[in-house]
């Protein structure tokens, strides 16, 4: 069992910015391809951004693309994600998710190993 914990979501204005990171435990992190994901209210879960297991692969959603940023640090077995120029749009509960055998670019919230409990993000307007 891979354990996933999401930190860092929090209240901002529109423009604002936020780090959330999601740390892992369990198992050895660097063998799984790391995803973050977003659910707002009514909505299904989306893609927003993944990285590969070393952490040079990375891929995004077209509405984040260029705002925001994922890496990973396998030593501290965490990823992160930096949130820019937050828009009311962005609000919603992020989740990081991690999956073994599928490649970065092919993530799916349908798919995913594993999932942690999730950071609530909420851009004021």
């Known amino acids: 069992q891979l354990h996933l914990v999401e930190s860092g979501g929090g209240l901002v204005q529109t423009g604002g910015s936020l780090r959330l990171a999601c740390a892992a435990s369990g198992r050895t992190f660097s063998d799984y391809a790391m995803g973050w994901f977003r659910q707002a209210p009514g909505r299904e879960r989306e893609f927003v951004a993944s990285?590969?297991?070393?952490?040079?692969?990375?891929y995004y959603a077209h509405p984040v693309k260029g705002r925001f940023s994922i890496s990973r640090d396998n030593a501290e077995n965490t990823v992160y994600l930096r949130l820019n120029n937050l828009q009311p749009e962005d609000t919603a509960v992020y989740y990081c998710?991690?999956?073994?055998?599928?490649?970065?670019?092919?993530?799916?919230?349908?798919?995913?190993?594993?999932w942690g409990k999730g950071t609530l993000v909420t851009v004021s307007s």
């Open positions: 998710g991690a999956d073994l055998l599928t490649a970065p670019q092919f993530l799916e919230a349908s798919g995913m190993d594993y």
């Open positions: 990285v590969g297991k070393t952490g040079s692969n990375k």
